[in-house]
């Protein structure tokens, strides 16, 4: 590996990549022309790439909705290097499940991630840092608790940190093309590095356990639930920021949704008091329901909710169980199929306590 | 127009009013939404009871009818020709069975009757959501092609042969086309040739035939699968050993055995083992007993010198003649031995049999000659028809039927048939009895100058919904999906597709619905279900 030392190291060899033809394009996050935030942008011109951020300090849209867009049902054939975090790569391995994604003439660059702080503080200039690093204190809680913000699931991963030499890992066949390609060669010794990720990752298991065991008692129940959700305003934009959730239209969206005034009001007889509007508890378990085995805790859903609910750290709790009940970790494996759209006939029978 | 919906409530006999308080349930069920008439009737699948519903579909100007009775498996049809005659929409009929559910159920008469009332409700509830849907017809191709020519094949052909059809009939053996059906009426033999693409739906299938590199192109409203089974071999058994000399296969045709005789000691021991394969195929072939003890009966007549023996598991000979031929075999001498072959092995000029005991103990015979009776396979050709047709193969690899009871003759893909051995192990007997059984279903279901009704509650694709993700396309069991890759939406193909409502759980974005069973009418039923 050479150049600097964090992902910015990433840049020159994305632009001799584009030089070589060894890809069409690139897609990756880049300064904003203010300078005063990221968006994904996909770039042919190797000379654009000196406004580029492989890491920015903040989530703006996540890279598996950029590359959704990009590349959905066949895309035009382009052959793109897209560089984003561990679980906005793991979000665009699910979309490829679920075919809004095609990853055929994709190379996914991932790397080690630090975090990004909270968008709303970002967006207010509360919270403006121009990078983070593995100590940082002012990330989000879902990232204080992402214990795969080092897991290398691109097809070419970079391992780096304070101390560490920068490692350049490829995942598979075609991330050891790429380097091929480029001239480059994997780097063999990563042993300081994987012992330093699994530190990290083993710190941030435990913070997880401790913090969603926390919010499991506290969530208790569907009163309790609730109450996390008092705030709610029904506003739906964690749905539409949701990497995963990708149908057109929502079903909670959908008329067919809405009970009639005459239902409600028979209902409000019925149960002596309803809360208005009554679909608030039904959307964040519908969407539970949907999704929860999909969620890759990328935290878009927290940073957009107005009203700051702790939605993702609600996703992560619930996913973190359902998904075990599954033995699936969404996005980390591109072979497995999601366990909503396998049929077995014989699954989870007996021992539903144990596994989740 | 405003709902007019007629409850008509059956006693059925004293089936249901035993059980079911009906006249509290009337005050109950005049109180839902757009009824405008609640009668109980004695018996309302009977003659009286159809006319006195067809009445009171005209005199009361009913748009919508729920008729609480029995399971709609029994009478739906039956009230769905009542709504016609009534001049109804029949899909705007709902049944609500309160027999199997409500009356059947329970011994307490309360709790019959406040779920017999609920389900009403529920009914009608979701029957006023129901649109009149067309009932849809299209022209039927009669012709047939069947694919091979074995006992069952054979037999399809003779009965269905005539003027009022054509069939098609295709052997990959080349012989065929000199064989017994040759020149018979509209019969048109095709050896040598094979299936390689079958496309569109019932009543008007187009089919490609391949010979090397011919290609012919021919129409037909069905297809018969006919293509037989096979035994198993000695290397595919695997059992150790089974290489050596002294060993074969029971034949098809006994003489074969004969040159395997020659040269044995003058009164040769000659050992049957059954179940041979059994445990590798996990499955009892059923034929084979029956076939091994005609065996050794032909050869204990002809060479009366041989000591037959035999090493088996289960004796399985049902029928009239079965037991007969057992005890034929017990009185000529046969030596039966309970055992597990577990190996072959050469022992001089002989060979040994290691088998296990019922007690885990193990034993061994020595025989001169191994006669070794066959578990029955599918033929491989099967599982590559079943790939071009869009079947199901069962695990076994056999041809699945449609439905073990209800369509023995079907196969998971509406008007391809399955015939004989290629659904699974049967002898001649019950091959020629699949061949008529499943030729006068065809001509039942296929009348030459005949349309066929399609399915009317079909299922179709929101297109503003659909992702085109095309998980549907997987659970389809009847290759009614298709993925539209302008409109990047996937679309149901109304001629094929029957309402079985696979796609609609399978999508994630709720794009998919089946007509008469809508999100809204389910949601609907289950809230006045509930409620």
Known sequence: MTGGMGPQALVPLLERALQKGTCDAVLLPMRTP???????????????????????????????????????????????????????????????????????????????????????????????????????????????????????????????????????????????????????????DASEWSAAAGRRAQARREEREVRLGQLRTSTSGLDNLMVHLDSCINCHNCMRVCPVCYCRVCTFDLKRQERSANEVL?????????????????????????????????????????????????????????QRAFGYRAGMDRKQRPPL???????????????? | MKARVGIYVCECGNNISDQVDIAALIPILEDAPGVVKVMPFRLLCSKEGQDFLEAEIRQEGLTHLVVAACSPRQHLTTFMEVSKRGGLNPYLLQMANIREQCA??????????????????????????????????????PDLLIIGV?????????????????????????????????????????????????????????????????????????????????????QEMDYPGWEDPGVVLLPPDLEALMPHLEGLPERPKVLFVHCAGREKVGYCSGTCCLRSFRAMRWLAEKVPAAQLACLYQDICVPGRKGEKEYQGILGAGVRMTWGRLTGLSSQGRRTAVSFLREDGSSGQETADLVVMVPATVPDPGAKVLMDIIGADAGSTGFVEEGHPMLEPMATSVRGIYVAGSASGPRNAEASMLSASAAAAQIDAELRPGETLRLEAQTSQVCEALCTGCRNCLNVCTYGAIVYDPVAQTCQVNEAICRGCGNCVAACPSGAISVKGATYQQILQEIREAVR
């Not at chain 1, 007889?269 to 929860?292: A, I």
Request: aromatic share 4%; net charge negative.
């Open chain 1, 341 to 356: 759209i396998t049929f077995l006939e014989e699954e989870l029978e007996g021992e539903d306590e144990q596994r989740c």
């Open chain 2, 150 to 234: 074995g006992i069952s094949g054979a037999a399809m052909v003779r009965t269905l042969a005539g003027p009022e059809r054509r069939l098609y009939v295709v052997d990959r053996d080349v012989a065929v086309t000199e064989g017994p059906l040759s020149g018979m009426e509209g019969v048109e033999l095709y050896g040598g040739w094979q299936l390689e693409a079958v496309r569109g739906f019932f009543g008007n299938f187009e089919v490609t035939l391949s010979s090397g590199d011919s290609k012919k192109e021919i129409k037909v409203g069905a297809v018969a699968i006919c293509s037989g089974s096979r035994t198993m071999t000695l």
């Open chain 1, 266 to 322: 028979d209902l409000a007889k019925t149960r002596g008091h309803l809360r208005m509007p009554m679909d608030t508890l039904m959307f964040h378990l519908g969407r539970m329901n949907h999704m929860s085995l999909n969620c890759v805790s990328c935290g878009a859903c927290e940073d957009a909710c107005p009203a700051g609910v702790p939605i993702a750290q609600v996703f992560a709790m619930v996913s973190d169980r359902t």
């Open chain 1, 34 to 188: 203010r300078n005063d935030s990221y968006a994904f942008v996909l770039v042919r011109d190797p000379l654009l790439l000196q406004r580029s951020d492989p890491l920015p300090p903040v989530q703006t849209v996540t890279g598996g909705r950029a590359l959704s867009s990009l590349t959905r049902h066949g895309g035009g054939g382009l052959r793109i290097l897209a560089v984003m975090r561990p679980c906005e790569t793991r979000g665009a391995i699910e979309l490829a499940k679920l075919g809004q994604v095609d990853l055929k003439d994709v190379t996914l660059i991932t790397m080690d991630c630090p975090g990004t702080v909270p968008l709303p503080m970002f967006a207010r200039g509360e919270l403006h840092p121009s990078g983070i690093d593995f100590s940082d204190q002012s990330i989000r809680p879902i990232c204080q608790i992402c214990d795969l913000s080092c897991a290398a699931v691109g097809d070419l991963h970079l391992g780096w940190g304070e101390g560490l030499a920068p490692v350049l890992l490829p995942g598979n066949e075609r991330g050891s093309k790429v380097l091929q390609d480029l001239g480059l060669k994997a780097d063999h």
């Open chain 2, 104 to 141: 059947w159920v329970t011994l307490d008469r309360k709790e019959a009757t406040e779920k017999a009332a609920r389900m009403i409700r529920a009914a009608t509830a979701r029957v006023v959501r129901q649109a009149p849907l067309p009932e849809r017809e299209v022209a039927a191709n």
